[in-house]
């Protein structure tokens, strides 16, 4: 069997592999004959930390004129609808390959996922970064709720971003992540699980997260994470349309706007690898 050639890249250290649906091939990828548990076990496979290239997930895409459509599973081969950083990491090589990365020069990049089309923007270029300016759509469901945790009422901030999110709003620590992060996310509120995020307004135009994703766990950030902990700032604690979004990894930038939700922020290339085990 030919190695398969695989991309690793990542979003303020969200990371993710790359690989195209040809090269996967079609015993792993969606249709008739298709088997969803062998997508699911090469997922985990690549994405381990120790015996694969590691990472945050999998995204297998297929260019279009366009851009790519794209299917994303969790370092744990679950499924996942999108992701604010996975597609910005797919645009960031759609862009390299395409060989022009010249902001006003570059057409817009449309990446088709389950969570529908969106449209990213390229802003800017340098040391091997790209800043986009993606088009995210309009949150869904936004709803405040009283949850059950362990006993205690917990009362956080649901709603969809193309993928479920619950935001608690108060104190951000490591330890009240562990604690509320691992318990929310397979909560028996969100039967298909969600990602979660805690988020304090420090500013008007200023809100930090701690994140911890459906099927990874803690992570150094997240688009959609972004957004979602930006739109429970603006709708319930104050913040202002527009915010810079601090996490571990770094800061984006989320605006809500009478159009839907703009994420910013850059991605980065890491490695092309050739997958050298039996699949």
């Known amino acids: 069997m030919k190695p398969m050639t695989l991309v690793k890249a990542h979003a303020f250290g969200n990371d993710f592999i790359l690989a195209e649906a040809r090269g996967v091939g079609p015993e792993l990828m969606a249709g008739p004959s298709a088997n969803p548990s062998d997508l699911a076990a090469f997922a ?7 015996c694969g290239l590691g990472a945050d997930g999998l995204i297998v895409y297929h260019m279009t004129g366009a851009g790519a459509t794209m299917r994303l599973l969790n370092a744990d081969g679950s499924r996942s609808e999108v992701s604010g950083n996975g597609v910005r990491c797919l645009a960031a090589w759609i862009v390299s390959q395409r060989g022009v990365a010249m902001p006003g020069q570059q057409a817009p990049i449309d990446i088709e996922t389950e969570a529908g089309v969106k449209r990213l923007e390229l802003l800017a270029c340098a040391n091997g970064r790209y800043t986009f300016r993606a088009a995210m759509g309009s949150p869904e469901r936004v709803a405040l709720e ?13 709603l969809r971003v193309g993928n479920p999110q619950c935001v608690v709003l ?46 990874v ?25 527009d915010v810079q979004v601090a996490s571990p990894g770094g800061v984006q930038r989320v605006e809500w706007t009478d159009q839907g939700l703009f994420l910013t922020g850059w991605a980065e290339l890491v490695a092309e690898a050739a997958w050298l085990r039996p699949r």
């Open 44 to 50: 985990r496979d690549v994405c381990d930390r120790h």
């Open 146 to 158: 009283r949850l059950d945790v362990d006993g205690q009422a917990i009362e956080a901030v649901t």
């Open 170 to 215: 108060g104190p951000v620590t490591e330890e009240r992540l562990q604690t509320l992060g691992s318990v929310l996310a397979v909560h028996p509120h969100f039967p298909e699980g969600t990602n979660v995020e805690l988020a304090t307004v420090e500013a008007a135009d200023r809100v930090r997260i701690l994140i911890w994703e459906r099927g």
């Open 217 to 241: 766990g803690p992570t150094e950030a997240s688009g959609t994470g972004a957004c979602a902990a930006a739109v429970a700032a603006m709708q319930f604690g104050g913040a202002a349309r």
